[in-house]
């Protein structure tokens, strides 16, 4: 059972940045396509960015140019550096498989605001 912890989310003011991560056990990991994903109040669970195992990468079209997402499979490790940060990218973030099935960790929040 792979076991997922996000951190790095916090407070930021509109047009800074944050550097999420996500800890995976197991050893299935390097093995498998993750994906971002973010829920903001009221709304549905999206996916906002996804790596496969092979290191590919693609972005929803309300974070591209904007946010980066790696791996570091020695690490069973996924990031997602987020930068000029806006109030609508306000939501508690979550890593998972692409697509989700693995258990959902608890969510690191992310706040922009002034």
């Known amino acids: 059972q792979v076991q997922l912890v996000e951190s790095g989310g916090g407070l930021v003011q509109p047009g800074g940045s944050l550097r999420l991560s996500c800890a995976a056990s197991?050893?299935?990991?390097?093995?498998?396509?993750m994906g971002w994903y973010r829920q903001a109040p009221g709304k549905q669970r999206e996916l906002v960015a996804s790596?496969?195992?092979?290191?590919?990468?693609n972005y929803a079209n309300s974070v591209k140019g904007r946010f980066t997402i790696s791996r570091d499979n020695a690490k069973n490790t996924v990031y997602l550096q987020m930068n000029s940060l806006k109030p609508e990218d306000t939501a508690v973030y979550y890593c998972?498989?692409?697509?989700?099935?693995?258990?959902w960790g608890q969510g690191t929040q992310v706040t922009v605001s002034s």
């Open positions: 197991g050893s299935i990991f390097s093995t498998l396509a």
């Open positions: 998972n498989a692409l697509p989700p099935q693995l258990h």
């Open positions: 790596i496969l195992s092979g290191g590919s990468t």
